[in-house]
């Protein structure tokens, strides 16, 4: 981008992170998360949006490294990048993986947009935080923890104004986000809300990754999976919590937090399956062996702290333990 380009655009950027939050400047259109984000650039990190930074490009030594740091996401994410991939494919968008950093660590792309991609510094080993290349969907997505579109001029510096990335944060078993990822396009034009869609699928992705990386991670003890309704069982939408041989919880993924209520893990782990949902672990295993029905209402069990979670659940919760599934009553409310 030439420099009399990039000046327009250098000089919004001043113009609404120079201000006051509470002064919203004439004919601007920024949204409050990017207005923050370019905030951060400009104050914190003290970027020029105008200025051509030199990209920051990781050695293949390093790269490896962070690779085998990461080895497990990197493959479970790989395998869905090429299933998301499929259905976008065609659109010119190429789907990156990156650590919290911003450092992309694989990527999927159509070969004919692989040069466009590269111009734009959208290569494995690139860092793109938002303390080196500004607002943009991988870095802010990072800062913000939570799914986002930064399409074309909400971007901070102005050779990134052709991009438009939509991102979201993957998260881990104790729900830090450990990677972001993104599907970005060159030159694609539109406006953000047409981009919803694809934040919308980036954002699906994203949660079955989180759920294989569970799944995997806990691998060496039972997993109990439920939802209210069957058919999600086994699922992306059904809760999973892992479970120790004594009936303990050792970990919950962030649905099965949502589907029981509470927001803290710490409301869970280290507690027993029966302070949860009124029955043991040795019930439930053997109800999900052979299929049957466990009448918890009449258990009269059902006099722990956590009884009152069954109030957020629908009339059944369903039950899944090492991939077979039963029904088990919930406790009326």
């Given amino acids: 981008m030439s420099v009399e380009a990039a000046g327009p655009h250098a000089d919004r950027v001043l113009r609404v992170a120079g201000h006051e939050m509470a002064v919203v400047a004439a004919g601007v259109d920024v949204t409050p998360t990017v207005d923050v984000s370019w905030r951060r650039c400009l104050n914190e990190f003290k970027l020029d949006p105008a200025r051509e930074y030199k990209p920051t490009v990781l050695d293949q030594c390093r790269l490896s490294e962070l690779r085998a740091e990461h080895e497990d996401l990197v493959q479970i994410a790989r395998a869905e990048m090429d299933s998301l991939y499929e259905q976008i494919a065609g659109s010119g968008y190429a789907l990156l993986l990156a650590d919290t950093d911003g450092v992309i660590l694989c990527e999927k792309v159509d070969p004919v947009l692989k040069k466009m991609f590269v111009r734009a510094g959208l290569i494995v080993g690139a860092q793109w935080s938002e303390q080196s290349q500004g607002t943009n969907g991988i870095g802010t997505c990072a800062a913000e923890a939570r799914p986002i579109t930064i399409h074309e001029s909400d971007h901070f510096r102005a050779r990134h104004v052709g991009l438009s990335c939509s991102a979201a944060p993957i998260h881990d078993s104790n729900g830090r986000v450990i990677a972001i990822l993104d599907a970005s396009?060159?030159?694609?034009?539109?406006t953000r809300e047409s981009k919803m869609h694809t934040v919308a699928l980036v954002n699906t992705s994203a949660r079955l990754i989180e759920k294989c990386l569970f799944l995997r991670r806990h691998s060496a003890v039972s997993m109990l999976r439920f939802h209210h309704r069957p058919e999600f069982v086994d699922l992306l939408h059904d809760g999973a919590i892992a479970v120790a041989t004594d009936g303990t919880i050792v970990a919950t993924d962030m649905t099965g937090l949502k589907l029981l209520g509470t927001q803290d893990r710490a409301d869970l782990i280290g507690r027993s399956i029966a302070d949860v949902f009124d029955t043991t672990y040795e019930e439930l295993s053997a109800a999900a062996a052979?299929?049957?029905?466990?009448?918890?209402?009449?258990?009269?069990?059902?006099?722990?702290?956590?009884?009152?979670?069954?109030?957020?659940?629908?009339?059944?919760?369903?039950?899944?333990?090492?991939?077979h599934v039963a029904m088990v009553e919930a406790i009326a409310c």
Avoid: C, E, T
């Fill in 185 to 190: 396009s060159v030159g694609a034009g539109g």
């Fill in 290 to 323: 052979a299929g049957r029905l466990v009448d918890l209402a009449g258990s009269g069990r059902a006099q722990g702290p956590y009884a009152a979670l069954f109030g957020v659940l629908a009339a059944a919760v369903y039950v899944g333990i090492d991939g």
